[in-house]
């Protein structure tokens, strides 16, 4: 029992942040999946806080093919969330089972899961792990995404440093290459479940992880049709389109995705929606289920318990229960003592009268019990009352996001309490969800745009930065949605800010590092020098060999440039190959490392021995010179 009150009932998946049990809400009677922090995570109060700050940001996304977070707490040093439970399995399952699945089948899956990322996207946060593992299938066939616990709301800063959050079949290159997580890195992983699904293998493979890595990098995501003959091009498209390497080529969130997906299939006819690939591994079947229902269900899925019931099912506790006897009536007793007088009697007769009354006086309707009135037009709450003898008493308005506008939210008294006849009983009535306009947010500095956010009831989004001429450095230069728009409390606003005016970063490899520190820093920009110095074959000790970003580029005022010192070429020691024949002394010297030149002179024309070396053996040398050896 944990936080006394979620019953662990079976262990469902272990992950490298935490365990998921199924489990039940012992006080709302519901089966649900409890998500359990590592316990050596939860020593990390910095974790901890992320982890239980996201999840309250995933909690706002109540959008049908979203696990739901119901609860977030923490028992001891176990840190949870209390998710909603989905019977069934997982897109990998599938997967697993069926190998390649038709087109009709894979767009039914990829449909929902785009339209759950596109209510991610648009509030401000992106996934970052979409993988087959992450996409469960329902017993009812929908088709919800999980574990947005990676989630990362897009702020100030947009990269990971250290590790790169994912699984290596479905990173986008930007990921690879410096970590950068935007909408469109989920744009990218949907791509590449597309082309798995259509085909039942992954687009690129390799012995070990840096052979994947490389290739999402340098080779674009082949067509399905080249793997599967005859699937329609709209289907190339789709996942070419997905899957481009530049990122601003590719749709730029979920939505615009889906939308490209939606237009696809409306141009593919029957036949090549149910082209059956040679790859799938269930072909005896004559397709109904594809046709008819979402998606395919997969071979093998889980039973949940039932909430409350054992595993032998609730037919041995009936049989039980039918099988237990009532006891025979006892005998009847022999009076025995003197017989009770008159006045004995005339007691019990009272005592009858007087609970009898009693009785009467509660249920003849004096008492009377108050209807059931949530989700009634106050007008029909008032027919309810008035029928049940009672009156109506105070009537209040609040906003809600559940309950519709104009109807009951709750009683005072509740329904199914016992009052005297005649009694009042009080209503709250929906205004609706409170609606708000976005506020004037251009030209203001992002703390203090955040600021205004929250004071009007509404919740800061994803924060891109752009180039601006005319904006300052760190002000917003607009917000989606714009300016005066009114919308829903709580909903989140994605701001543009401004990164100033751009900077070309000089080159300054080659030049000193007093010289080069004074050009960037001329230029508007911050100097870092690395702490190592690397061996530079074209530089001389104290150049400048490496710069960081790349020169050429561009940067915003004060953004650091890191710069590396050059210790000089590599000295290594030469070999000695006095004596030996010209191809074993090339050979020796080369593989040293250094370049050989040959001097032969008119006695060496025709010999093939070393005679002598410009530098002797034993001495050292920079690394990639040239050694001439005299041939006689």
């Known amino acids: 029992m944990l936080d006394g009150r979620y019953r662990i009932d079976a262990r469902i998946a272990v992950g490298g942040m935490a365990t998921v049990y199924r489990a039940v809400d012992t006080r709302l009677d519901r089966v649900l999946a409890l998500k359990v922090m590592h316990p050596s995570l939860a020593v990390d109060a910095s974790f901890v806080e992320r982890f239980i700050r996201e999840a309250k940001s995933v909690a706002r996304l109540a959008h049908p093919n979203v696990v739901q977070v119901f609860d977030q707490g923490n028992d001891g040093s176990y840190v949870y969330l209390a998710m909603e439970y989905v019977a069934g399995c997982t897109l990998r399952d599938v997967l697993r089972e069926r190998g390649a699945l038709q087109p009709r089948a894979a767009l039914d899956i990829l449909e929902p899961v785009l339209a759950a990322l596109g209510a991610a996207h648009r509030a401000g946060f992106v996934h970052r792990d979409m993988k087959p593992e992450n996409v469960l299938i329902g017993d009812d066939g929908r088709v919800k995404v999980a574990d947005f616990g990676l989630v990362r709301a897009v702020d100030t800063v947009t990269n990971t440093t250290g590790t790169v959050l994912g699984t290596v079949s479905y990173l986008a290159p930007e990921q690879i290459e410096n970590g950068t997580a935007d909408p469109r890195v989920d744009v990218y992983a ?69 939308a490209q997906v939606r237009d696809g299939r409306g141009r593919l006819t029957a036949e090549q929606l149910d082209v059956v ?24 899925t889980l039973r949940p318990l039932p909430v409350n019931e054992d595993e032998e099912g609730s037919q041995a506790a009936t049989d039980r229960t039918s099988r237990f006897e009532s006891p025979p009536p006892p005998p009847p007793r022999r009076r025995s003592g003197p017989r009770r007088g008159p006045m004995a009697i005339v007691v019990a ?8 009354a009693g009785v009467w006086y509660i249920n003849s309707g004096q008492f009377t019990e108050v209807p059931p009135l949530l989700a009634k037009t106050q007008a029909q709450a008032e027919d309810r009352l008035r029928d049940a003898g ?51 947010l251009a030209g203001q500095k992002l703390d203090e745009a955040r600021s205004l956010l929250k004071d009007d009831g509404l919740e800061p989004g994803m924060v891109t930065r752009e180039f601006s001429e005319d904006v300052p450095k760190g002000s917003v230069i607009s917000a989606r949605p714009a300016d005066g728009t009114k919308v829903r409390a709580g909903t989140a606003v994605a701001l543009v800010v401004s990164k100033g005016s751009p900077i070309d970063i000089p080159d300054v490899t080659g030049a000193d590092l007093a010289d080069a520190r004074s050009e960037l820093e001329e230029a508007g920009l911050k100097v870092k020098v ?3 110095r690397v061996n530079s074959s074209e530089f001389d000790k ?22 590396t010192v050059s210790k000089g070429p590599e000295m290594i020691e030469v070999p000695d190959v006095v004596g030996d024949s010209v191809e074993d002394a090339t050979r020796t010297l080369e593989g040293a490392g250094f370049q050989v030149e040959e001097d032969r002179g008119l006695l060496g024309l025709f010999g093939d021995e070393v005679k002598s070396q410009s530098v002797e053996g034993g001495q050292t040398a920079p690394k990639g010179s040239t050694i001439t050896i005299e041939i006689r």
């Open 190 to 258: 949907c791509g590449v479940m597309l082309y798995e699904m259509l085909t039942g293998d992954k687009p690129h493979d390799g012995d070990s992880p840096a052979v994947i890595l490389y290739k999402h990098l340098h080779e674009d995501v082949p067509p399905p049709s080249a793997a599967v003959p005859g699937l329609a091009y709209e289907l190339d498209e789709m996942v070419a389109s997905a899957t481009a390497r530049a990122p601003e080529i590719r749709p730029h969130d979920a939505v615009a995705l889906l």
């Open 277 to 300: 690939p040679p790859q799938a591994l269930t072909a005896d079947h004559d397709n109904a289920d594809d046709r008819t229902s979402v998606i395919p269900r997969a071979l093998t």
């Open 349 to 356: 007769v009272l005592l009858v009268l007087g609970v009898g």
């Open 390 to 440: 009672l009156d109506l008493g105070k009537v209040e308005h609040a906003y809600s996001d559940t309950v519709d506008r104009g109807t009951v939210i709750s009683s005072d008294p509740k329904a199914g309490t016992r009052i005297r006849g005649n009694d009042s009983v009080s209503l709250t009535i929906s205004d609706g969800p409170r609606n708000v306009r976005v506020p004037a």
């Open 530 to 532: 690395a702490a190592e």
């Open 542 to 563: 104290g150049q400048i060999a490496q710069q960081s970003p790349n020169p050429g580029g561009r940067a915003a005022e004060g953004d650091t440039v890191t710069l």
